[in-house]
């Protein structure tokens, strides 16, 4: 940021000093509602101004550099039109950080908050409640002898809160949704037996079935050609499946599941279980998806069999399982909300 001075004598306008920082914004999304009320979402952000050159009328007695945080607040389709964009984000307790250039040089740090606040309590019947806000980080210059502040704005960013009333863990909650979120499963993650304590439990077997999946998705059963399996690529993601957000979500779950029952209990379904022997029958993609095994019935026949089921160890199965829930949850993917899974070595 250049500080020039225009004049008539010398005429002209002039560099009469400089300001260069590296300036960082870092967001933390929030599980849960603000001092656990029911209304309120926020997020939190840690910024720091890292000064690298001041000099010249910076350095005057009297300047000052102010940072705040702007959001733009909008309400998703769904939301009562009495919702005030206003409400939909805000600033927080973190209003922002007025200093002069040396002493935001001495200590670059500052925090800032942002919070939304939903029209009506958490409930499937209210839907999620989504808001969007647009949030840019702003410096504003102030120089003794210069007729305005001069602003200077960083990069735009996206925050959204919601109001999942089927999140078991938190119904409120921010995220940012410019990335396509992932989970990862291991196939060396495997399960440890009881040697002192509790067994570790891994999910290798489930590594591995979503691997050669993703991998080889010809390989897999029931039998198709050109079969295409989707969850493993930003690209061709999975949609979460909500059964608990209605009437029409659980029956489609409900087929997901009872076609893969189905296949499982197929005659030519290869390493079905021997008699007394105990084994899960997995699937991929998951009954919770959108692209689980019924979605040749909502969608067309082109995506009949684009599935995959193995049978596998049953503690690795319900621990995936367990870990799918919780990461559903903490990351909060909604309704509809695309994600990936990752598979590591």
């Known amino acids: 940021m250049p500080a020039i001075r225009c004049g008539l004598w010398p005429p002209g306008c002039y560099v009469k000093g400089l300001f260069i920082s590296r300036n960082t914004l870092i967001g933390h999304g929030k599980i849960g509602g ?27 007695a009297g300047s000052k550099l102010k940072a705040t945080l702007e959001c733009e607040g909008d309400w998703d389709i769904g939301v009562p039109s009495t919702a005030q964009d206003e409400y939909a984000c805000f600033t927080g307790l973190y209003e922002g950080r007025e200093d002069s250039p040396s ?19 958490p409930d499937v019947v209210n839907g999620d409640q989504i808001a969007t806000g647009l949030f840019t980080p702003v410096l504003k210059f102030t120089i003794p002898g210069y007729g305005q502040v001069i602003p200077a704005e960083g990069e735009e960013g996206e925050v959204r ?13 921010s995220v940012f949704p410019d990335a396509t979120p992932a989970l990862r499963y291991d196939r060396s993650d495997k399960s440890v037996p009881n040697t002192a304590g509790e067994p570790y ?145």
């Open 103 to 121: 002493q935001w040089n001495a200590d670059g740090d500052t925090k800032f908050d942002l919070w939304s606040s939903a029209p009506k309590m």
């Open 34 to 60: 603000l001092d656990a009320g029911p209304y309120t979402r926020y997020v939190e952000f840690d910024f720091n101004i890292d000064v690298k050159t001041t000099n010249g009328d910076f350095n005057k």
């Open 161 to 173: 809160f919601d109001s999942a009333a089927y999140n078991q863990r938190a119904q409120l909650g």
């Open 201 to 345: 439990l891994g999910v290798a077997a489930v590594a591995d079935h979503i691997g050669d999946a993703l991998d080889a998705p010809g390989s897999t059963y029931p039998t198709k050609n050109d079969k295409n399996i989707p969850g493993g690529d930003p690209l061709d993601p999975m949609h979460r499946l909500v059964p608990g957000y209605g009437v029409t979500e659980r029956d489609r779950y409900d087929a997901n599941r009872a076609i893969v029952s189905s296949t499982c209990n197929s005659s030519g379904m290869p390493g079905r279980p021997a008699e007394g022997e105990n084994l899960d029958c997995d699937e991929f993609p998951f009954a919770s998806s959108y692209e689980g095994a019924a979605r040749h019935q909502y969608e067309g026949d082109e995506y009949l069999n684009d599935f995959s089921v193995r049978y596998i160890d049953p503690t690795e199965n319900q621990e995936a399982g367990r870990r799918l829930g919780a990461w559903y949850d903490n990351d909060r993917i909604l309704s509809h909300d695309p994600y990936i899974i990752r598979i590591g070595d």
